[in-house]
């Protein structure tokens, strides 16, 4: 099994704009999406939605050695990360048309990736 991350972009703005039926909309998203996987065979292990951007705090380190905090929100984007899942499969191509579910069109894509596995190193 591989271990793939998928990567839910969203307008924060929209969100907090939408009726509670247009957010029990994406909730009924995320189910369907949930109950393809299980029946697909693939395994949620992990995930959950981010809070807004407001609250990030970007961590950098300048040339000189500082270190740079940031804290959101970041205007210059419209569409920021705001959730996840954690999912192990066996069957990426499955997986991606699964993730379809989620993706909303005029929106930015909903991203699969996969995680590197480590365990074999030492």
Same mark, same amino acid.
């Given at each position: 099994? &591989? &271990?793939?991350?998928?990567?839910?972009?969203? !307008?924060?703005?929209?969100?907090?704009?939408? @009726?509670?039926?247009?957010?029990? /909309?994406?909730? /009924? %998203?995320?189910? *369907?999406?949930?109950?393809?996987?299980?029946?697909? +065979?693939? /395994?949620? &292990? +992990? #995930?959950?939605?981010?809070?807004?951007?407001?609250?990030? %705090? %970007?961590? /950098?380190? *300048?040339? !000189? #050695? @500082?270190?740079? $905090? &940031?804290? +959101?929100?970041?205007?210059?984007?419209?569409?920021?990360?705001? #959730?996840?899942?954690?999912?192990? @499969?066996?069957?990426? !191509?499955?997986?991606?048309?699964?993730?379809? $579910?989620?993706? *909303?069109? +005029? @929106?930015?894509?909903?991203?699969?990736?996969?995680?590197? !596995?480590?365990?074999?190193? #030492?």
């Amino acid at each position: 099994m &591989t &271990t793939y991350v998928v990567l839910l972009p969203g !307008d924060e703005t929209a969100w907090e704009n939408a @009726s509670p039926e247009e957010q029990a /909309a994406v909730f /009924a %998203k995320h189910e *369907e999406f949930s109950q393809a996987l299980a029946a697909r +065979g693939h /395994a949620v &292990t +992990g #995930g959950e939605e981010l809070t807004h951007s407001r609250t990030t %705090k %970007k961590v /950098a380190r *300048e040339t !000189d #050695g @500082s270190l740079l $905090i &940031t804290d +959101g929100p970041y205007a210059e984007t419209v569409e920021q990360l705001s #959730g996840f899942y954690v999912v192990e @499969s066996d069957d990426l !191509d499955d997986l991606v048309q699964v993730a379809a $579910i989620l993706a *909303e069109p +005029g @929106s930015a894509p909903v991203e699969v990736r996969a995680a590197v !596995d480590h365990s074999g190193e #030492g």
